[in-house]
């Protein structure tokens, strides 16, 4: 904790570890076994409970509650943990839950989650996400790499997001949302991310193979069997790939496709 500045109003309980260089605000709470990690700031009123593990570097603002009990009805375990990596953003009043059933949620790096957002109990977050004021994750959901939640998105328990997805202000995710797609307020797809696939540098070949992925499974509504045996023939491309490994994982809500149109799940 040495080079630590600390407000002398913040509370540090005994058996909570401070890495070297970390800045705590007034009136903030930190709970016996947490540990932090070095060069993080905590703002005013910040709760940071004693299941929380933290990397380096993050910021955490005013009023943020970190660590807190699942709101699962079913929850009597003491155990469960919340892991956050390094250089997030974490924002006003956001509030971040511990693990349920599986024992842990995890927050990558390089996150910028702004004020008031919720990560539900058991959430995986991978790096470099955005969630805008007010998104929601519930319970079990799993957010890939460069993924941008808009203003107000509240996405379902067990709802899978997949890599570099948009998903628009106000909308009600209840379904797995394919890899660079951009998802309506209405729920269902709108579209290929094609402006965050050219900046990350995909081919024209790879851009073309994914528009006709798009047609066949998420316009046309191909059968969920054939089209993974259509992606199967076009492994080769890495963008498919990815498709085909998203598809390919258990989906407990089934997965957006072009409209508002419901897909049933796999169970």
Wanted: charged share 20%.
């Amino acid at each position: 904790m040495s080079n630590s500045k600390i407000h002398p109003t913040a509370i540090i309980e005994d058996g909570a570890v401070i890495g070297d260089g970390c800045e705590i605000g007034p009136y903030a709470v930190i709970e016996n076994g947490a540990r932090i990690g070095k060069e993080n700031k905590i703002g005013p009123m910040v709760y940071i409970m004693g299941s929380v593990t933290m990397g380096d570097n993050n910021k955490l603002l005013h009023g943020a509650s970190v660590g807190g009990g699942p709101q699962d009805i079913h929850f009597t375990r003491t155990d469960t943990v919340l892991i956050i990596g390094s250089n997030n953003h974490i924002g006003e009043h956001a509030t971040l839950h511990r693990g349920s059933s599986s024992g842990k949620t995890v927050i990558g790096n390089s996150n910028y989650l702004m004020g008031n957002i919720h990560v539900g109990h058991d959430c995986t977050l991978h790096d470099n996400i955005i969630m805008a004021n007010d998104a929601k994750l519930g319970g079990h959901v799993t957010v890939h790499n460069n993924v941008i939640l808009s203003a107000a998105a509240g996405v379902h328990q067990h709802v899978r997001i997949g890599e570099m997805v948009i998903a628009g202000a106000l909308i009600r995710v209840t379904q797995d949302i394919l890899p660079y797609t951009m998802a309506a307020m209405d729920g269902g797809l709108n579209g290929l991310n094609r402006i965050g696939l050219r900046r990350a540098g995909c081919s024209k070949e790879s851009v073309n193979q994914l528009k006709e992925a798009y047609r066949l499974f998420c316009r046309n509504r191909m059968a969920l069997a054939e089209f993974k045996a259509w992606l199967d023939q076009h492994s080769s491309d890495p963008y498919l790939k990815k498709w085909a490994a998203f598809i390919g994982e258990k989906s407990h809500r089934g997965f957006s496709r072009h409209g508002a149109a419901r897909e049933e799940s796999d169970d």
